[in-house]
Structure formats: C-alpha cells, structure tokens
C-alpha cells in the first residue's frame, strides 16, 4: 500500500508587498514544488493579491488589519501535515524551506525556526534599533523562561499540526512571534533552530514595523505572558521590590524604638507595614496562581494527547 503523501502549506501574511510577492512565491514554489502556497492579503492597496494569483499562490483575504489577526485565521484555516511561515518581503532564502520542512515531517521538531540572528542579521540590517531591539527581547526571555532561544522574533519558521492547532492565537500584530516562541518554550514543544541567510529589503520595499511602538507591544506582550505562564516568578518579584520599599518605611521607626523606646515616626510606620502586608498579598496571588497554571498546564497536555489520538483514528 502506498505511503500517504504529506501535506506542506506554506503560509505568507502580506500587506502591501507587491515588489517582492511574485518572486517569493515562485521561489518557494520551486524548493517546495508539492506544497501549497498561500498567500494571505491584509487590506493591501498596490495589488499583492491580484500579483500572487498570477505567482501561482492561492489567495485569501483577512480584513481585521495586522500580522497576528492574518496568522490566527491561517492557523484556523488551513488543514495540512506541516505550515512553512514566511514573510512576503523577499528576505528569508527559499534554500532552507526543504530542510525546515523535513524536520517537522519527521517528528524531530515542532517548531523550526529560521534562526537571522546567528548569520547575516546584523549586516544586511541597516535598522539599529531592530537590531538593539531584538538582543533585548532575546535576553528578557531567555532570563524569564530559562531557556537558549537565539533568534526570538524570526518570521521564518516550520510548524507541526499538533502546534498550530494547539496554540491559541492572541496577539493581534507584529508581537506574535514573540507569543508563538514562548507557548513552544512554555509548552516543551520540540524546538531546533537552523542558521538561516537574512537578506535586507530590496529597494522600493518598505517595512511595516514601526520600532518604537511595534517594540513597546512586544515588551508588554513578553511582561503579560510572564504573567501569565509563571505568576509566581512574577508576583514574587513585584512582592520582593515592595518588601524592599516597606524597609525604607520602616526601618527609621524600629531604629528610633530601640533608640528611645518610643515610636516617633507613626505614619512612616503605618505606610511599611501597609506596604509590607501588599507584599506579601502579592506573594500568595503568585502561589495560588502558580497552581491554576499548573492545572491548565496538565489540562493542555490530555487535550493534545485526544488531539493526536483523533488525529491517528
């Protein structure tokens, strides 16, 4: 009996990227000629799409502007054994596609990711502020979620079908790379991560990244999942900065106490102990969170354990 043809859909979210759409296209048509290509347009005005159907890529469209919106739809939409995301701005080589593909294919990994930063990033990218930018956010998460990731905000990356399936989409723009890595990093998703050649913007293509807000999203996005996947890490530090503070409040009264033996500084007393007691509000907060995160997380792992199983079935 014949083996089943894997399924390979390669995912390309556009806005406006009509100078490099039909070479991107046809270069991943020609390393992945089996694969479907799609192209997903967001609101674009120079005719992207119109240029993408010439290509060859099947088109379709997400209204709801921004990067995060068109990928949660592609994810929802489209059935297949592995997803090739890449961008549509002709700066990740096609020569690596086969090989990132293969890797999920073969169950090595559930996420591949095209790893810039490692290469060429630094010298084909004339944007300082990017660069200094994605150290920063290389490092908060690394610190944050003990792990080694190197290249955190790539937009070139392979997926498996129990990822996309599995991971829940809230991001609405640019930021959602930084969400994807830390739900595989948090999850304990097969990561591997491949050097790959990064090639800035061709002349006439233009970013849609704005540095100084698109970078403040991110941060707070990297601060909410802290948040939210390890609440004790995070109340315990807020807890720590206020105990701190109270100390400030309150060591003058204890050190006129012992001085004296009367309590001059009243109000500063009160002020400590206030804060003294926040602090350790703070610190149960995190412990009761910490368990619920727990319960999700055990919860997470039987419905992709069913997942798998319906899938085989």
Known sequence: MKK????????????????????????????????DIYVYDNNSKDH?????????????????????????TMFRDIEADCYLMIDGDDTYPAENAKEMCDLVLSGRADMV???RLSSTYFTENKRPFHNFGNRIVRLLINT?????????????????????????????????????????????????EIPVTYRDRPEG???????????????????????EYKPMGFFGIISLLLALISLIFLIPPFAGYFATGEVAKFPSLIVGCFILLTSVLSLMCGIILQVIVKKDRQQYELIMNELKNTRKD
């Not at 099947?58 to 709801?64: A, C, L, P, Q, T």
């Not at 991971?167 to 930084?178: A, W």
């Open 113 to 115: 990711i095209g790893d």
């Open 205 to 227: 293509s233009v970013s849609k990244l704005n540095t100084y807000s698109d970078g403040m999203k991110v941060l707070k996005t990297i601060a909410v999942l802290f948040k």
């Open 48 to 72: 992207t799409d119109e240029i993408a159907k010439e290509a060859g890529a099947i088109v379709r469209y997400e209204y709801r502007q921004g990067k995060g919106n068109v990928i949660r």
């Open 4 to 35: 089943e043809e894997k399924k390979i859909a390669v995912l390309i979210p556009c806005y406006n990227e009509s100078k490099t759409i039909e070479k991107v296209v046809k270069d991943y048509k020609k390393a992945l000629p089996d694969a």
């Open 144 to 192: 944050l979620f003990n792990n080694h990731v190197k290249d955190i905000m790539t937009g070139y990356r392979a997926f498996s079908y129990d990822f996309v399936k599995g991971f829940p989409v809230l991001s609405k723009g640019f930021e959602i790379e930084t969400e994807m890595t830390i739900h595989a990093v948090d999850k304990n998703y097969k990561l591997v």
